[in-house]
Nanobody, 119 residues
Framework: QVQLVESGGGLVQPGGSLRLSCAASGSISSPDIMGWYRQAPGKQRELVAAITSGDRTNYQDSVKGRFIISRDNAKNTVYLQMNGLKPEDTAAYYC?????????????WGQGTQVTVSS
């Protein structure tokens, strides 16, 4: 019923840029929070950035000033503009959508897209 489709990952040199996109489709409506997580081999999944329906944002300290998260509510799409990429940014990036229903919190996940930063 709900699907998140990611795109934009790839191989980039240090200092380069990539733009990730995640489009939500299906029965979901009025998502409260959309964001991006990442996970490298042997590491725990961590929050990179998140944005609310009111465009309030939150960033992991390591990406603040380099990454920009934005959303298009009409298309239920969230973007992650990544600038000044570093090898430490290499990971699988996962789109996340959160819907608040009364006291409940529902999470939906994208399939993941690989970002590799290397010379």
């Amino acid at each position: 019923q709900v699907q998140l489709v990611e795109s934009g990952g790839g191989l980039v040199q240090p200092g380069g840029s990539l733009r990730l996109s995640c489009a939500a489709s299906g029965s979901i409506s009025s998502p409260d929070i959309m964001g991006w997580y990442r996970q490298a081999p042997g590491k725990q999944r961590e929050l990179v950035a998140a944005i609310t329906s009111g465009d309030r944002t939150n960033y992991q300290d390591s990406v603040k000033g380099r990454f920009i998260i934005s959303r298009d509510n009409a298309k239920n799409t969230v973007y992650l503009q990544m600038n000044g990429l570093k090898p430490e940014d290499t990971a699988a990036y996962y789109c996340n959508l959160v819907k608040l229903v009364g006291p409940l919190k529902y999470n939906y996940w994208g399939q993941g897209t690989q970002v590799t930063v290397s010379s």
